[in-house]
């Protein structure tokens, strides 16, 4: 596509993965549930604790974040977090 102005060609920037709803992840919210479902209730700060068990550096933050839709996540971190909540991987791509 050429701009108008300069008749040279338009760089397109760089897109952040999103999804369709513009959140950078399908799991986050399914992570959230699942924590929070758990028995007993297991907090973001536990959660991390968990899943730094599993070598895999995520703070409270970093999964706000993630549950939030705000932060993507790595194939390393889906499976520690998969781990700490004791679930499969494919459990936390399930609808419902």
């Known amino acids: 596509?050429?701009?108008?102005?300069?008749?040279?060609?338009?760089?397109?920037?760089?897109?952040?993965?999103?999804?369709?709803?513009?959140?950078?992840?399908?799991?986050?919210?399914?992570?959230?549930k699942l924590r929070r479902s758990a028995n007993p209730r297991i907090t973001q700060e536990d959660l991390a604790g968990r899943v730094a068990a599993h070598n895999v550096g995520l703070d409270r933050t970093a999964i706000f974040r993630i549950e939030t839709g705000k932060r993507s996540v790595t194939d390393l971190e889906l499976a520690a977090i998969a781990k700490a909540l004791r679930v499969k991987i494919s459990d936390l791509f399930a609808v419902g």
């Open 1 to 32: 596509m050429l701009n108008k102005r300069s008749e040279k060609p338009e760089v397109q920037t760089r897109s952040r993965n999103k999804a369709g709803d513009g959140t950078r992840n399908i799991v986050g919210a399914r992570i959230r």
